[in-house]
């Protein structure tokens, strides 16, 4: 079959869905829609429309995005632009069907925005909405409008059009477009990819291979599983455009277990491929072979080290190696081999479907193009956005992210996960590139971004990353096995209470070694969320040390509970609720804690009605209040007395 | 290896039922003998048996030519792996760092004072396992809980009582 028949076969049926006689219903089903409740929604929508006898198009789609407001469902009228509903219950959605489908009231009480020219009154367009109107979506332009199952939805939108047209092209020639397009390694450090393709393509030997690492174990970064399950086929266009311009026969994606929904539609996407003949023997009859194996991770973060990916994949222990020799000499069964992350090799179908120019004139001057961050934290707007390089902090956490929750105060924001640094709110207008975070001690990383508020700890914060890393290292070198563990127990030791003058500096120190002993990134960088937030946060780690006090109030062994005796009204709902029987009262009593039996669970505090508020946190100071219960009656009388 | 020897002697593959023994013959002759297939088929046996049995592995190191060690070796390194029988249910407790700063350290310790069992261990009864895991990036919704394969997001520490009563089925 000749791609333009493809291509037409394609764009009839996504017109189908899209100007089609009968209504489509769209709901996403991502990993994060799915946590919301999305398989009930569905379930809910399937059966209306059985009872109800309404024929419609029920299609799963991926993320669009917007998780706070999941799960979404899109329905599409016939005649009507598509409109997108938010925090969609079994029964809203039961409703909806009955309210717009049959009785054509769209609900825009329900709505969060219409998508498309036409506009539906008392519905706002949902481009235009704060999350999504600053945003510059190339990467995830498919990601909740297509079906991730279904290739001709991905075709009927501009896709395996890049691949089309890199067949036509020399191999130099792919790769001298995706230099002049300026796209760097999305998976963190950066290097330029064209230079990285070319590298492999000039390395002698006919058997070559190129890997997608699919394995994103950062904690706090869902990019990559985000875009794997809302349109795989991006990636995979990526991957044989590349195959194509290095000269490789075989691919491998290696992508983490924790991943099953991402892995079923790459399956899915595989299949669907080979069916096409995009993938496999004589792709699309131009004698270019490609093919392409899945590789299930098994739980090891250092296994998006390439080095390590490959012996993974060989069956052996995920353990790094030296370079050189780098993969573009010795790879895969030694073999001259090319790995680039999901968001590079999506990037590139981009560039092949829409052209280097287009895509650089997005960015800044030394980082070209989009990029892709999972907003996560203490942020209204939790969700996967992309924006341009050189958008500054403000925009993203502010306008994107609608602030802080609660109206608390931004504190800080960690970028680059367990290799990356914590910025505090000074950062704020800083244009986010590779270069600019490098500068401030933080890592692009792959695109995590955790927005912190006043009542987040720093320390706590160094303290987990380091139980990650520590945890995750191979053991293979020495400064990374032992000098994680032992920069892990000063900072249990910090937050426990028992640190000592001098911690700070003895963590430097350590962190420094364990920076230049260590053979990958992993080691390389664990110590940055400790160096980051010594250089930025010194003063709570003088807290910690000096004053033991938590000023975020959230290290348990420096924090007490106390009840005012100005407020305690003496019902006995905390006395009951104590765990630890550690609170003293009765009724129309002044309750008190007993500090020695107190085990700081912060039941009380949960549990005392908000009207009373007599629950006191409190970490440092410790305040003075009666140790026994008095009755209430004689709290004016007392107070008096001390005046 | 690490087993506690009243579950070791147990297991079927000792006693030589021979379902599970077939079952095990099943597994590999789906497989061509690569070394290279040695994650995929540790992944299968464990799907199949829920842990991985040391007769199994020492089948797996002869089937592929290997040493049993590396067999271990591969074993022990990911964290996926499990040597010991787990529990029929597995919970599992996401501590990404969206899920900590959102409050996943308080969820974790209401699963295991429900449960009774700390992180890493499964109930006597072999009824429910608890782990907590890196990250699932739904962090968007963190935190986030999974009681066998099915996800829940916006846990709250009060509502994991009645979360573990509703995923028994």
Same mark, same amino acid.
């Given at each position: ?643 | ?33 690569? *070394?290279?297939?040695? !994650?995929?088929?540790? %992944? ?7 842990? #991985?049995?040391?007769? &199994? ?55 295991? *004072?429900?449960?009774? !069992?700390?992180?890493? %261990? ?7 396992? #608890?782990?907590?895991? &890196? ?35």
């Amino acid at each position: 079959m000749l791609f333009a028949d493809i291509q037409k076969h394609a764009v009839a049926e996504w017109d189908k869905l899209r100007h089609g006689s009968i209504p489509g219903i769209l709901v996403g089903a991502g990993t994060c829609g799915r946590a919301a409740g999305a398989e009930a929604v569905l379930a809910a929508v399937r059966k209306e429309l059985k009872q109800r006898n309404i024929d419609a198009i029920v299609i799963e789609v991926g993320c669009i995005g917007l998780c706070y407001a999941e799960p979404l469902m899109d329905i599409i009228k016939p005649g009507r632009p598509r409109i997108c509903y938010k925090k969609v219950t079994p029964e809203i959605a039961a409703q909806l069907i009955e309210d717009y489908l049959v009785k054509d009231n769209p609900r825009p009480d329900l709505a969060l925005g219409t998508i498309g020219r036409n506009v539906v009154d008392g519905i706002p367009k949902l481009f235009e909405l704060p999350m999504l109107k600053s945003q510059v979506r190339i990467v995830l332009h498919n990601c909740g409008f297509i079906d991730p199952t279904n290739i001709d939805y991905y075709i009927a939108n501009g896709g395996y059009r890049g691949l089309v047209r890199t067949l036509d092209m020399k191999p130099e020639d792919v790769i001298e477009e995706i230099k002049r397009s300026g796209l760097r390694g999305r998976g963190g450090a950066g290097f330029p990819t064209g230079q990285k393709w070319e590298f492999c393509r000039k390395s002698p030997g006919r058997e070559k291979y190129i890997i997608c690492n699919a394995d994103e174990g950062d904690p706090g970064a869902f990019m990559n599983r985000s875009l794997l399950e809302g349109d795989p086929h991006s990636v995979l266009e990526g991957m044989i455009i590349g195959a194509y311009a290095i000269g490789a026969q075989e691919g491998y994606i290696y992508c983490r277990a924790e991943y099953p929904l991402a892995l079923e539609r790459l399956r899915i996407a595989l299949k669907q491929a080979e069916e096409y003949k995009l993938l496999g023997d004589n792709v699309l009859d131009s004698g270019f072979s490609f093919h392409v194996k899945i590789k299930e991770g098994a739980g090891a973060f250092v296994c998006g080290e390439e080095t390590a990916l490959m012996a993974s994949i060989e069956g052996k222990r995920g353990m790094p190696r030296s370079r050189p020799p780098f993969p573009a000499q010795s790879g895969l069964w030694g073999k001259p081999t090319n790995i680039n992350n999901v968001e590079t090799w999506a990037s590139a179908a981009v560039i092949m479907q829409k052209g280097a120019d287009w895509y650089a004139s997005y960015g800044t001057e030394h980082s070209k193009g989009t990029k892709t961050f999972s907003l996560a934290g203490k942020v209204v707007r939790t969700g996967l956005i992309e924006v341009p390089f050189g958008a500054t902090m403000r925009q993203i956490i502010c306008e994107i992210g609608g602030g802080i929750l609660e109206g608390k105060r931004f504190k800080a924001v960690q970028t680059g996960g367990p290799s990356g640094g914590c910025l505090p709110a000074d950062f704020v207008d800083v244009p986010i590139d590779y270069d600019s975070l490098t500068s401030a001690g933080s890592i692009m990383g792959s695109g995590g971004m955790i927005v912190m508020d006043e009542d987040t700890c720093v320390v706590d914060i160094a303290r987990f990353f380091l139980s990650f890393t520590q945890l995750e290292s191979c053991g293979k070198c020495i400064p990374c096995r032992w000098g994680t563990k032992q920069m892990l127990d000063i900072l249990e030791d910090i937050t426990n209470g028992k640190g000592r003058s001098g911690d700070i500096e003895l963590l430097q120190e350590l962190a420094q070694s364990v920076k230049d002993g260590s053979l990958c990134g992993l080691g390389q960088t664990a110590p940055n969320p400790v160096l980051t937030s010594i250089r930025y946060f010194r003063e709570e780690y003088e807290a910690h040390i000096e004053e033991k006090r938590c000023p975020a109030l959230v290290c348990n062994a420096l924090v007490s509970y106390y009840i005012d005796p100005e407020k305690c009204q003496g019902c006995m709902i905390c006395l009951r609720s104590c765990p630890a029987g550690a609170i003293k009262g009765g009724k129309r009593m002044v309750h008190v804690i007993d500090q020695g039996k107190c085990t700081k669970c912060g039941t009380c505090l949960n549990v005392c009605p908000p009207r009373f508020g007599a629950i006191v946190k409190t970490s440092g100071e410790q305040p003075a209040v009666p140790t026994e219960p008095t009755p209430i009656g004689n709290r004016g009388k007392t107070r008096g007395g001390q005046q | 290896m690490a087993n506690s020897s009243g579950v070791r002697d147990s297991h079927p593959l000792l006693e030589g039922e021979t379902t599970r023994q077939e079952s095990l013959n099943e597994i590999l002759s789906s497989y061509q003998g690569h *070394k290279e297939e040695l !994650i995929p088929i540790l %992944q299968h046996v464990q799907r199949v048996f829920g842990y #991985l049995p040391e007769p &199994a592995m020492k089948r797996i190191a002869k089937f592929l030519k290997l040493p049993e060690s590396t067999v271990f070796g591969v074993g022990t390194f990911y964290a996926q792996f499990k040597l010991v029988p787990t529990g029929r249910t597995i919970i599992r407790v996401c501590r990404g760092t969206a899920c900590h700063v959102r409050g996943a350290p308080s969820v974790l310790a209401e699963a295991e *004072k429900q449960l009774g !069992i700390r992180a890493g %261990q499964s109930t006597p009864d072999l009824a429910y396992s #608890l782990e907590a895991i &890196a990250c699932f990036g739904a962090c968007a919704l963190a935190p986030v809980m999974l009681i066998g394969d099915k996800f829940y997001g916006r846990v709250s520490p009060a509502e994991v009582k009645e979360l573990l009563a509703s995923g028994q089925g």
